[in-house]
């Protein structure tokens, strides 16, 4: 991602958020950053457990990123079975149009 794409990216994150955003390179490669929008002032104190589950999401990745895939094959497929309204439907697609 160029640097104009990941500073307009960081201008539209809301406050006191997690962030673990995705871009498709291609079919098979992606690129990935995270972020913290919190006011954290005491990086030495207690996180909080967003915080800590973002970090266990990125060192899932990092350690076991061909478990992750097969994990995420097995839910799609799983999903293709369910209703709409179903609680592990939890990826909500926006369709941003041909200009955005």
Known sequence: MSEDKKTIERFTLLPNR????????????????AYDTTKNNDPDGVPCAAQVV?????????????????LGVSRIEIRK????????????????????
């Open 18 to 33: 997690f962030y673990i955003i995705m871009e498709k390179v291609d079919e098979e490669q992606f690129t990935l950053s």
């Open 54 to 70: 973002q970090e266990g999401l990125l060192e899932s990745l990092d350690r076991n990123f061909d478990g992750v895939v097969g």
């Open 81 to 100: 079975g369910m209703e709409r309204d179903d609680p592990l439907d939890n990826v909500i697609k926006i369709d941003f149009g041909e200009k955005q």
